[in-house]
T-cell receptor, first 112, second 112 residues
């Protein structure tokens, strides 16, 4: 999963399989979380968000799970496609804060 | 709608030179942000503007200045570029401070 580190975690999956990308966040006061997708040479793109009063939220082919007890967030991508190959990272925000804090990202490679 | 646009896409500077990175959004968002993205690290906030006429420092403001010219435009200035400022710079906007941010395509800056 993501962490503040020197290298980017990587995940390789076969096309059609499900992908799970993990993120450990740092601030127990964070109450809003976003997953972003960043393709090579492009800006981050919003995928899905979740507030701390929820533990699961589903979108189109994506599901975000939030475990506040262990400060862990995950992004599940169903039936992964080659177009899903990108860097994925989470961002956290506190209700009283004025900044989002971004993780370092996980690089997902989909093998055709 | 073009969303968030940034100019230039790529720039090479010599140490000590100055330049301004331009950002504009056409989504009528109140808040705008400047981030830098370095290899192995998450996006780090340089400056943000919660609304027209206001600007505040983020996590890494040293060596930068910003101007919120109007509601649409938010520029980032490097007065005396240093090699440590070699990075990819992203501008983002959001309806308010704590909501989803929409990113531009980025400016790749190389300082020699």
């Amino acid at each position: 999963g993501e962490s503040v580190g020197l290298h980017l975690p990587t995940l390789s999956v076969q096309e059609g399989d499900n992908s799970i990308i993990n993120c450990a966040y740092s601030n127990s006061a964070s109450d809003y979380f976003i997953w972003y997708k960043q393709e090579s040479g492009k800006g981050p793109q919003f995928i899905i968000d979740i507030r701390s009063n929820m533990d699961k939220r589903q979108g189109q082919r994506v599901t975000v799970l939030l475990n506040k007890t262990v400060k862990h967030l995950s992004l599940q991508i169903a039936a992964t496609q080659p177009g899903d190959s990108a860097v994925y990272f989470c961002a956290e925000n506190t209700n009283t804060g004025n900044q989002f804090y971004f993780g370092t990202g996980t690089s997902l490679t989909v093998i055709p | 709608n073009a969303g968030v646009t940034q100019t230039p896409k790529f720039q090479v500077l010599k140490t000590g030179q100055s330049m301004t990175l331009q950002c504009a959004q056409d989504m009528n968002h109140n808040s705008m942000y400047w981030y830098r993205q370095d290899p192995g690290m998450g996006l780090r906030l340089i400056y943000y503007s919660a609304s027209e006429g206001t600007t505040d420092k983020g996590e890494v403001p040293n060596g930068y200045n910003v101007s919120r010219l109007n509601k649409r435009e938010f520029s980032l200035r490097l007065e005396s570029a240093a090699p440590s400022q070699t990075s990819v710079y992203f501008c983002a906007s959001s309806p308010s401070q704590s909501l989803t941010q929409y990113f531009g395509p980025g400016t790749r800056l190389l300082v020699l």
